[in-house]
């Protein structure tokens, strides 16, 4: 039972244009929300996050953003950079799951310059 | 530099063979963690530990083992018991919020091991 769910593997956008990564979940007992970036051969990197008291939250060129009702989020990166080429990794958790998070499957984006 | 540090990067096992992962973080983190990612698939829980000498199962514990023995160190061992062993092995760790802390810390990842079966 897939409680996390990123439903594009690939994603392919142009140097300069607007990244949009989204993530389903199905657990609601779920209220925080983190975003990691993977190169190959390397772990995971902490991106950013959203606590479900906002609907958005921003770092830099990325911003992420909370539908409750749709149980949906979602990883914008403006402008894209062909640094951003990596594999990005929707997690949830809740305060009572002790830290333990639960990870969807990934989505590889592709920045072409 | 403090981050967390996983050896060796490629592992190969016989069949019928224990082997263990190293993972040493010189964070102070309180809690680690170690992960299994399978191709086309997310992370999975194997096992993680809240403090020193305390450790829980998490979603697919079965066919490993781990101690918690050092704050720094949360060793994990395949068994022969594992039926497919061969995988990309994740360990973390995070500061353990509590009190005034609690909240949801991100966990720092180490570069993994790529566990073979030869």
């Known amino acids: 039972d897939q409680q996390v769910k990123q439903n594009s593997p690939s994603l392919s956008v142009q140097e300069g244009r607007i990244s949009i990564l989204n993530c389903d979940y199905t657990?609601?007992?779920?209220?925080?929300f983190l975003w990691y970036k993977k190169y190959p051969a390397e772990g995971p990197t902490f991106l950013i996050s959203?606590?479900?008291?906002?609907d958005k939250n921003e770092d830099g060129r990325f911003t992420v953003f909370l539908n409750k009702s749709a149980k949906h989020l979602s990883l914008h990166i403006v402008p894209s950079q062909p640094g951003d080429s990596a594999v990005y990794f929707c997690?949830?958790?809740?305060?009572?799951?002790?830290?333990?998070?639960?990870f969807g499957a990934g989505t590889i984006l592709r920045v072409k310059s | 530099d403090g981050g967390i540090t996983q050896s060796p990067k490629y592992l190969f096992r016989k069949e019928g063979q224990n082997v263990t992962l190293s993972c040493e973080q010189n964070?102070?983190?309180?809690?680690m963690y170690w992960y299994r990612q399978d191709p086309g698939q997310g992370l999975r829980l194997i096992y993680y530990?809240?403090?020193?000498?305390?450790?829980q199962k998490g979603d697919i514990a079965e066919g490993y083992s781990v101690s918690r023995e050092k704050k720094e160190s949360f060793p994990l061992t395949v068994t022969s018991a594992q039926k497919n062993p061969t995988a990309f092995y994740l360990c973390?760790?995070?500061?353990?919020?509590?009190?005034?802390?609690?909240?949801?810390?991100?966990?720092?990842f180490g570069d993994g091991t790529r566990l073979s079966i030869l």
């Open positions: 530990s809240q403090i020193v000498n305390d450790f």
């Open positions: 657990n609601s007992m779920f209220d925080y």
């Open positions: 973390a760790s995070s500061i353990r919020g509590t009190g005034p802390l609690a909240r949801v810390w991100p966990q720092h």
């Open positions: 959203i606590s479900s008291i906002k």
């Open positions: 997690a949830a958790t809740h305060m009572e799951y002790g830290n333990k998070l639960v």
């Open positions: 964070l102070n983190h309180d809690a």
